[in-house]
């Protein structure tokens, strides 16, 4: 299936998007769009002919319980609604606890990874064939990037990934930047994964920007394309023509005239000739095909990657001791990294919050999200910062006190709670952060 080059669409460069020469094709996150309601820069896109890939975040298929039902029926029906010729997702796990451990749910709003081992691949694969069940189209998933490592992995990132193409005949959305993501975050050779990645089931890849700050690299696609991550590219294109290729952005947008750069660099590493014998594809599947074999994860293995995901979770948003065999300065990066995007994202479904507390809104929802763990999405979550703030009598100053009671009056009920809800919720919480 031949896509071509492609941006992630935005609503803050839609204009942008529709306006840039040689698109053949976008990316959405498939959480962000309403079916019944598509915006109307993607409708115009869609009459022009112009591709639109659902890109979902939330379905969590690397997790310890099966994939919501919910969830992928929501996917398949903006598939439809796109007229998508497949449907992406990650090789990650977004949230743990609940029945499988006997403990809360925790959400952690953000793509962990998986730990390499064969249970977690079985349980993976698993996921994979109920998810591809329920879709009208081929799904692809993507690798991640990561700031931390599993102890006692069991498979390089290329292994793991071959196995789960071979076991289920899933696509793959190979991710450039998270390549050189984790070599530098856990030094990891992007070349060695190529190697070993069944390069002919790429449906395709993704190109994006980031930071180094104080040795770790920060995938924010907030910034540039820099020249090693443009270098992974030209390597994986030497082994194989990626049917299509797309360039990411999800913040900090530069204008359209340096998007069209980056773009024509991108098309150039693309237009590179395969070196020899590393363009031919191996007989391993594709997008899209079904393994003749397929095995059920045991439920033995589905608890044991449910308790390690649950520790570890626990230990990087609750407070909770990190797990054995985990670097602790690590996990306390990554900590700060999650509550860092709790309190952006929150900014962004909840403009007014910021609005009302000004320069304290940062320091107070960090405050906050310190071992109070999310559990039911953002939204959520900005409805419970507010009420906790109100609860305790804050902000000081009385108008915005006003204005934030307001604004939790129209969005929750009709009075914060009283003393006995609130200690109640007070108790809930301190079990959760035990």
Same mark, same amino acid.
Not at 195 to 205: C, H, N, R
Not at 359 to 375: I, V
């Given at each position: ?8 669409? $935005? ?57 919501? !039902? =919910? ?34 749910? %925790?959400?952690?709003?953000?793509? %962990? ?24 189209? /081929? ?19 290329? =292994?793991? %990934? ?23 975050? @856990? ?14 089931? *790429? ?12 040795? *770790? ?11 090693? *991550? ?40 693309? #237009?590179?000739?395969?070196?020899? /014998? ?5 007989? $391993? ?13 045991? /439920? ?10 649950? #520790? ?17 300065? @690590?996990?306390?990066? =990554? ?11 929150? !900014? ?8 009302? %507390? ?29 009420? =906790? ?5 804050? /902000? ?14 129209? @969005? ?13 919720? !007070? ?8």
């Amino acid at each position: 299936m031949k896509l071509g080059i492609g941006i992630g669409w $935005r609503p803050e460069i839609a204009d942008a998007v529709e306006e840039l020469p040689g698109i053949d094709w976008v990316e959405v996150v498939a959480e962000n769009i309403c079916p019944g309601h598509l915006p109307a820069a993607l409708t115009r896109l869609r009459s022009r002919g112009t591709r639109i890939v659902p890109h979902g975040v939330s379905l969590g298929l690397g997790g310890a319980d099966r994939p919501s !039902a =919910q969830r992928l029926a929501d996917l398949a029906e903006r598939a439809t609604a796109l007229g998508a010729p497949l449907v992406t997702e990650h090789i990650a796990f977004v949230r743990a606890g609940g029945v499988l451990t006997a403990s809360p749910q %925790l959400e952690a709003g953000h793509l %962990l990874p998986v730990p390499r081992t064969w249970d977690a691949l079985k349980v993976l694969c698993e996921n994979v064939r109920i998810a591809q069940d329920s879709l009208p189209v /081929p799904l692809a998933l993507e690798n991640i990037a990561a700031l931390i490592s599993w102890p006692g992995e069991e498979l390089t990132e290329g =292994q793991f %990934l071959a196995e789960l193409v071979e076991r289920t005949g899933v696509g793959l959305l190979i991710d450039v930047a998270n390549l050189h993501t984790n070599h530098v975050n @856990r030094g990891e050779n992007p070349a060695a994964a190529l190697d070993e990645l069944p390069v002919e089931a *790429i449906a395709y890849v993704h190109v994006a920007g980031g930071t180094e700050r104080d040795g *770790i690299w920060h995938d924010t696609h907030s910034h540039p394309v820099t020249e090693p *991550i443009l270098d992974i590219l030209s390597d994986l294109r030497a082994r194989v023509s990626p049917p299509g290729v797309l360039l990411e952005r999800d913040d900090d947008f530069p204008p359209k005239e340096e998007l069209a750069e980056e773009l024509t660099t991108i098309r150039g590493r693309v #237009a590179g000739q395969p070196a020899g /014998p590393r363009g031919e594809a191996r007989a $391993r599947g594709g997008l899209g095909a079904r393994p003749k074999v397929v095995e059920s994860s045991s /439920p033995n293995a589905r608890e044991r990657v449910a308790l390690s995901q649950a #520790a570890l979770l626990s230990a990087l948003v609750a407070g909770t001791p990190a797990p054995e065999g985990f670097d602790s300065q @690590r996990l306390r990066v =990554q900590s700060r990294a999650l509550a860092a995007k709790r309190a952006d994202v929150v !900014a962004k479904v909840a403009p007014e919050l910021p609005e009302i %507390l000004g320069d304290g809104y940062r320091a107070a929802f960090l405050a906050y999200a310190k071992g109070r763990p999310m559990h039911d999405g953002y939204r959520r979550d900005a409805l419970d910062f507010a009420e =906790q703030l109100l609860v305790s009598g804050r /902000p000081d100053d009385d108008n915005a006190r006003r204005l934030l009671t307001r604004w939790w009056e129209e @969005r929750a009920a009709a009075h914060p709670p009283r003393r006995g809800t609130r200690l109640v919720r !007070a108790a809930r919480a301190a079990l959760v952060r035990r």
